[in-house]
């Protein structure tokens, strides 16, 4: 089981500034993805990464995948009420099981 | 509208009860997958099930019985809990179980063990 470590744990912020979401291991990831859950429900898929120093963009939210593979971040930009939940990173094996971090629980208030 | 549909969304349930949390998905996914998530915890991993076979049972006490009838339903069997079983129950399905494959996820089943 590779280590990972996601920070910060929680995060909050006002509406309009940027935040960006660490996802690290000790280990070589083969892919990652990242996950958004929201209150009451359950995670969604926002991205899977595959190719070290992969950069991939969904509106407002930018990921980039480590050279090396063992990192990955999430930046969004101009936070908005909707961007709210618990962000989490899940390298996958090569047996198709994600291993979750721990998640950072993001808030943006109006 | 989540894709994978879980039923019940609340269960409260007696330690000596058996009850049975049921999963259906209609995307044509041969891999299903149940996890187990505490309040401020990320999801843990307890069974896949890959073109309706167990292949991974994540060393879940013999109290959580999975079963996957046909290739659109999960159910998972329980009985005879205990409290710390309390937990929202996710269940998820990808197209298959090999890497990178998105998992879909329904919204739960909020489990509460009196």
């Known amino acids: 089981t590779q280590l990972l470590e996601q920070s910060p744990q929680f995060l909050s912020i006002q509406e309009g500034e940027n935040l960006t979401v660490y996802c690290n291991s000790s280990s070589v990831f083969s892919s990652l993805q990242w996950y958004r859950q929201e209150p009451g429900e359950g995670p969604v898929l926002l991205v899977t990464?595959?190719?070290?120093?992969e950069v991939k963009k969904l509106k407002r939210l930018t990921f980039q995948f480590g050279d090396a593979r063992k990192d990955s971040s999430l930046h969004i930009t101009a936070a908005q009420p909707g961007d709210t939940g618990l962000y989490l990173c899940?390298?996958?094996?090569?047996?198709?099981?994600?291993?979750f971090g721990a998640g950072t629980q993001v808030v943006v208030t109006p | 509208d989540t894709e994978v549909t879980q039923t019940p969304k609340h269960l409260v349930m007696g330690m000596t009860n058996k009850k049975s949390l049921k999963c259906e998905q209609h995307?044509?996914?041969?891999?299903m997958y149940w996890y187990k998530q505490k309040a401020k915890k990320p999801p843990e991993l307890m069974f896949v099930y890959s073109y309706e076979k167990l292949s991974i049972n994540e060393s879940v006490p013999s109290r959580f019985s999975p079963e996957c009838p046909n290739s659109s339903l999960l159910n998972l069997h329980l009985h005879a809990l205990q409290p710390e079983d309390s937990a929202l129950y996710l269940c998820a399905s990808s197209p298959t179980d090999y890497s990178n494959q998105p998992q879909h996820f329904g919204d739960g089943t909020r489990l509460s063990i009196l």
């Open positions: 990464v595959v190719t070290g120093g």
């Open positions: 899940a390298p996958t094996d090569s047996w198709g099981k994600l291993q």
């Open positions: 995307m044509g996914h041969r891999a």
